[in-house]
Nanobody
Framework: QVQLMESGGGLVQAGGSLRLSCAASGVIFSINTMGWYRQAPGKQRELVATVTSGGSPTYADSVKGRFTTSRDNAKNTVYLQINSLNPQDTPVYYC??????????????WGPGTQVSVPP
C-alpha cells in the first residue's frame, strides 16, 4: 500500500517562509512526476508546481519566483519552499505523485493535505 504524507504546514506571519515536505512510503518500484496542488475553501484545487524524476521543475505563473520545488529520490520525498508568504497563500496544500507500486502499473496518489495559515 503506497501512501503520501505531507508535513511542514502551520501558522506563519506574512512575509515569512515555509518548507513543506511530502514523503512516499510503501511498496514502491519507481516514482515519476511529483507535485503540489493547493485548494482554498470554496475554490477548485489548483496546480502549484511539479518536478520530474530527473529534477526538472515547473510552476504555476501565480507562484513563479516565490515557490521552489525539489525532490530527494533516495528518500522518495518532494519539497516545496514557499517564500514571501501572504494571506492568499493560506489554502490546504496537497502532494501528489505518479507511482509504480506492487501492481506494476503507474497511478496517481495523493496525500491528505497540510494547512498553511498566514494571518492578515
Amino acid at each position: 500500500q503506497v501512501q503520501l504524507m505531507e508535513s511542514g504546514g502551520g501558522l506563519v506571519q506574512a512575509g515569512g517562509s515555509l518548507r513543506l515536505s511530502c514523503a512516499a512510503s510503501g511498496v514502491i518500484f519507481s516514482i515519476n512526476t511529483m507535485g503540489w496542488y493547493r485548494q482554498a475553501p470554496g475554490k477548485q484545487r489548483e496546480l502549484v508546481a511539479t518536478v520530474t524524476s530527473g529534477g526538472s521543475p515547473t510552476y504555476a505563473d501565480s507562484v513563479k519566483g516565490r515557490f521552489t520545488t525539489s525532490r530527494d529520490n533516495a528518500k522518495n520525498t518532494v519539497y516545496l519552499q514557499i517564500n514571501s508568504l501572504n494571506p492568499q497563500d493560506t489554502p490546504v496544500y496537497y502532494c501528489t505523485a505518479r507511482i509504480i507500486g506492487h501492481s506494476l502499473s503507474a497511478r496517481a496518489y495523493w496525500g491528505p493535505g497540510t494547512q498553511v495559515s498566514v494571518p492578515p
